[in-house]
Nanobody, 116 residues
Framework: VQLQASGGGLVQAEGSLRLSCAAS????????MGWYRRAPGTQRELVAR???????YYADSVKGRFAISRDNAKNTVYLQMSSLKPEDTAAYYC???????????WGQGAQVTVSS
């Protein structure tokens, strides 16, 4: 199983970035997909999640600025980030989860750095 994240980088405040996570080795459409982040010295936090039926969840800190989407034909989940703030600076991790039986997979981090 591989979750390959891409699209991170350095951007100025109020700028935009789009993260992508391409999955292989899983039945993608059967998994809830999520993006987590971890800034230095902090705990990992859930940023956004999209379920198998397309329902979404966002952390309060990113509501109205970030949008998660998925393309089951491409086995890819996206995180469109707009109006970025310096406090969004973190390593962003792609996550795939399902139940019955339970399976959880993580991708490598994609660094996002927002300068003020």
């Amino acid at each position: 199983v591989q979750l390959q994240a891409s699209g991170g980088g350095l951007v100025q405040a109020e700028g935009s970035l789009r993260l992508s996570c391409a999955a292989s080795g899983i039945v993608f459409r059967a998994y809830d997909m999520g993006w987590y982040r971890r800034a230095p010295g902090t705990q990992r936090e859930l940023v956004a999640r999209i379920g198998v039926s397309g329902g979404t969840y966002y952390a309060d800190s990113v509501k109205g600025r970030f949008a998660i989407s998925r393309d089951n034909a491409k086995n890819t989940v996206y995180l469109q980030m707009s109006s970025l703030k310096p406090e969004d600076t973190a390593a962003y991790y792609c996550n795939a989860e399902k139940s019955g039986p339970t399976a959880v997979y993580w991708g490598q981090g994609a660094q996002v750095t927002v300068s003020s």
